[in-house]
């Protein structure tokens, strides 16, 4: 797995869930995104590039 979900509290007014990428074998805790009008997101690192069914995958994996 090279995309981690984890939710938000469900107490915050502003709860959601928060998407990581493993790079490396590490956790990059830095939130990303898929960006905009774009259908995939490429690591600048490792070069793996992620889709939008790569992030409904970790989601509906649970969270940590």
């Not at 490396?24 to 590039?49: F, N, W």
Request: charged share 35%; glycine share 8%; proline share 5%.
């Amino acid at each position: 797995m090279v995309l981690i979900y984890e939710s938000d509290p469900l107490d915050n007014e502003d709860a959601r869930g928060r998407f990581y990428h493993v790079c490396r074998g590490r956790i990059d805790r830095t939130e990303i995104r898929l960006p905009e009008g774009q259908s995939i997101y490429e690591c600048a690192a490792c070069g793996v590039d992620l889709e939008p069914e790569d992030f409904w995958i970790a989601r509906q994996k649970g969270s940590v």
